[in-house]
């Protein structure tokens, strides 16, 4: 069955060209989502390992190797360590980091705001366009139908993108 792949290959081509088109402006524009406010225990991890950094320190985790964070008066605490700071940036050293079991392009940055811990997850546009056509998106649509949710996805993002800014994502 030719027409399938040839298919697939098409939407494949339309979609990469989408989305990573554009002479690389969406790579400039930084995008910032919350992700979770919770008490509980945060949990990262990556593949290719991690750098995390506590303001000016900075520290190496092997890869496949988890860091957990919890909340604490002083600010985030890194558990393993037992080090606190007001905001926590993890890293990951390859593609993608895990919050929990999940996959995210960019990094995450956790900090504490009241009696929660924010994770936020900060990336690029088109990297955040590329995950949302991932959940939202599907291959079986008409060429002009994915064309026209790309505008419409990047629209949206770009129309509320300062829409909490004031909070910090």
Known sequence: MRVPWLFLAAWVLVLGVLLLGGEGRGKDIEVRVLLSRTQG?????SPWGLEVRLGKRVFTIPSRRSVSFLFSPSGVLWKEKSIAAPVVTVRPKGEVV???????RGYLEIRKKK?????????SLEDYLKGTAKLEANPSWPEEALKAWIVVARTYAL???????????
Not at 98 to 104: I, L, V
Not at 115 to 123: A, G, H, R
Not at 159 to 169: D, V, Y
């Open 41 to 45: 225990e945060i949990s990262c991890s």
């Open 98 to 104: 895990y919050f929990g079991k999940r996959p995210y």
């Open 115 to 123: 009696e929660n811990l924010e994770v936020i997850n900060v990336l």
């Open 159 to 169: 129309k509320n993108l300062g829409r909490h800014r004031e909070e910090g994502f």
